[in-house]
T-cell receptor
């Protein structure tokens, strides 16, 4: 079992829809959770960074972490065609000198105008 | 803030030659940089972790003699693909870590370098 599981999609929604992207993880040591957006042929862009359980909101984006169920979610409100990209969830632990990220496979999202 | 650059963005080289890719953190100091490889429609695979002033730590299965990493300063790390072969063709991405005491580091990624070996 991969440490971070993510449905690769693809996911296609109409403009203005609410998008829900999800990941599960298996490593109980993970404490930091991130969502990255990657456009084709570009490097990933950090969207959301959260620690432990809870919600974090930034504009149209909301990240949720439920450590009891090891579930990570990203919600996009009022989705726009410019949101079309691959979304990667990532997790890391704490301790030690490095915080290696473990990535999900990524979900390809298309928002249709 | 937290901008990471990579150079070159695209390179085509002949089999057997070596290619150097630079990764720079432009507006912050990065004690740790990471090098990833990404195949089409796949997620990022960590190749190595690079700490300023010390030897890089390679992931299992990554040949350290083939992928030479040098972290010369707090803002620059380089990856050299030696004696490149067509199977080395891939998208190489670096990231640099910001660190707040007691927190897991946030990684900021460069735009990537597409390497094609003919």
């Amino acid at each position: 079992q991969k440490e971070v599981e993510q449905d690769p999609g693809p996911l296609s929604v109409p403009e203005g829809a609410i998008v829900s992207l999800n990941c599960t993880y298996s490593n109980s040591a993970f404490q930091y959770f991130m969502w990255y957006r990657q456009y084709s042929r570009k490097g990933p862009e950090l969207l959301m960074y959260t620690y432990s359980s809870g919600n974090k909101e930034d504009g149209r984006f909301t990240a949720q972490v439920d450590k009891s169920s090891k579930y990570i979610s990203l919600f996009i409100r009022d989705s726009q065609p410019s949101d079309s990209a691959t979304y990667l969830c990532a997790s890391s632990g704490s301790g030690g000198s490095n915080y290696k990220l473990t990535f999900g496979k990524g979900t390809l999202l298309t928002v249709n105008p | 803030g937290a901008v990471v650059s990579q150079h070159p963005s695209r390179v085509i080289c002949k089999s057997g030659t070596s290619v150097k890719i630079e990764c720079r953190s432009l507006d912050f100091q990065a004690t740790t940089m990471f090098w990833y490889r990404q195949f089409p429609k796949q997620s990022l695979m960590l190749m190595a972790t690079s700490n300023e002033g010390s030897k890089a730590t390679y992931e299992q299965g990554v040949e350290k003699d083939k992928f030479l990493i040098n972290h010369a300063s707090l803002t620059l790390s380089t990856l050299t693909v030696t004696s490149a072969h067509p199977e080395d063709s891939s998208f190489y991405i670096c990231s640099a870590e910001t660190r707040t005491s007691g927190k897991g580091g946030e990684q900021y990624f460069g735009p990537g370098t597409r390497l094609t070996v003919t």
